[in-house]
């Protein structure tokens, strides 16, 4: 497996162990809420009972997070690090084409999701125009890493066929 | 292929089918509004299809195909990929029973189990394919 798709993939795997592990607790707090875990009165609450009452409520905000995390951070990025590792080679020397680009979405996608997670939890202390800018940096390089990764697999699509291999291919051009 | 990746592919197969019959069933009662409190199986019908569906897949060729760990246990613990099956499909079908209950006013500890399953499940799965994303081993110099 070449360096890139177990960059790829184990980034992937940190981004399940994070998305998981939020969709589990917006599970339990949907079913029984963080804030009936301690009965207090909400005005005087103090404590663990205030930390699990705050929790209940902002874990609500983690929601879009769970699937950005889900569905770019794991599974697109997954699909992206197996299909590097598997596209047909491009010559007989196992050339996978212009590797910057797929580098450069690993980066944007990586950065993109980051931005498109922490936005809505950090939302209500962000000022307004900070939060939307993180939307929009998020968008863009969305648009950037699934731009580049297109243009570096699409060379890669063809059908299957032989390659001499490099020894016989140089001996035929003396 | 062998017996835990046809488990896992053939189980996530059949997740796949109730999932589109689900979604199907609940795009026919959102065009005819047959039955408004179908609408709260519309959360089960997204983790059926991306936990039961695709992850299940997913989970299933990975073991199958991912690079082998050694000689001796080229699928790492296969006992850890067991309690991957089992936590995940333990967990996903108390979502889908426990879920639409609690929508319906129902009891809603049994999902706390569920989220805590799923959780498991696919923390366990991290942990046993990591070593596996791996490239290929240098040949030994004699």
Redesign the interface.
């Known amino acids: ?3 890139l ?2 960059w790829m ?2 980034s992937s ?1 940190l981004w ?2 994070l998305g ?2 939020v ?3 917006l ?2 707090n ?3 809420p963080f804030s009936t875990w301690s009965a207090c009165d909400p005005q005087t609450c103090t404590g663990w009972a205030a930390l699990l009452r705050w929790l209940a409520g902002w874990l609500w905000a983690w929601r879009s997070s769970h699937v950005h995390t ?2 770019v951070g794991w ?1 697109l990025q ?1 699909a992206y690090g197996v299909a590097f590792w598997i596209l047909p080679r491009l010559d007989a020397r196992g050339s996978r084409g212009n590797e910057a680009l797929a580098w450069g979405c690993y980066w944007a996608l990586n950065l993109g999701a980051l931005l498109a997670v922490l936005e809505p939890p950090l939302q209500s202390w962000l000022p307004g125009w900070l939060a939307a800018t993180l939307l929009v940096l998020g968008g863009g390089l969305y648009i950037v890493a699934n731009a580049a990764f297109v243009a570096h697999a699409w060379p890669r699509v063809v059908a299957f066929r032989l390659h001499p291999r490099p020894e016989r291919a140089s001996a035929k051009a003396e | 292929m062998p017996v835990q990746a046809r488990f896992f592919i053939r189980t996530a197969l059949v997740y796949g089918l109730l999932a589109f019959l689900l979604g199907g069933l609940l795009l026919i009662n959102q065009g005819l509004t047959l039955y408004p409190r179908l609408g709260a199986l519309l959360p089960v019908f997204y983790h059926l299809l991306m936990v039961g569906w695709a992850f299940q897949l997913i989970c299933g060729v990975a073991l199958w195909m991912f690079p082998p760990l050694s000689r001796e246990q080229p699928r790492g613990n296969e006992r850890l990929g067991w309690v991957v099956y089992g936590t995940l499909n333990v967990g996903l079908l108390l979502r889908a029973i426990w879920e639409p209950w609690l929508a319906w006013g129902g009891a809603g500890w049994p999902l706390v189990v569920s989220a805590l399953l799923q959780i498991v499940a696919m923390w366990v799965f991290v942990w046993l394919i990591w070593p596996r994303v791996k490239g290929r081993a240098k040949p030994k110099v004699q």
């Open positions: 497996m070449p360096r798709s177990q993939i184990r795997l399940l162990l998981s592990t969709g589990g607790l599970l339990m949907k079913a029984v889900m569905l599974m997954l």
